[in-house]
């Protein structure tokens, strides 16, 4: 199971961090350029993915640790929802 959640973590992690910058250099190359520009929803997003990844990443997790990681979970949805 560790790996599993490790995988799936550091999946998303590498292609935030590599996929994106690829793709707005290559957009140089057409007619219409990508700026690299989040929308809230993204943005909350990826700092719901950088909690998860910092309570995660000592790999014990206990009640606390889940309970503080529902309320992102909880303002993800809401966000989401709204917007």
Do not use: C
């Not at 959640?5 to 957009?27: D, H, K, R």
Request: no cysteine; aromatic share 14%; proline share 6%.
């Amino acid at each position: 199971m560790d790996v599993a959640v490790e995988i799936a973590i550091g999946y998303t992690l590498q292609v935030e961090m590599f996929v994106l910058p690829v793709l707005v250099l290559l957009s140089l190359l057409f007619p219409t350029f990508m700026p690299l520009v989040f929308t809230w929803p993204e943005l909350i997003s990826m700092v719901k993915r950088y909690l998860t990844i910092v309570i995660t990443n000592d790999g014990d997790i206990n009640w606390f640790e889940g309970a503080i990681l529902l309320p992102a979970y909880l303002v993800m949805g809401i966000g989401v929802y709204f917007l």
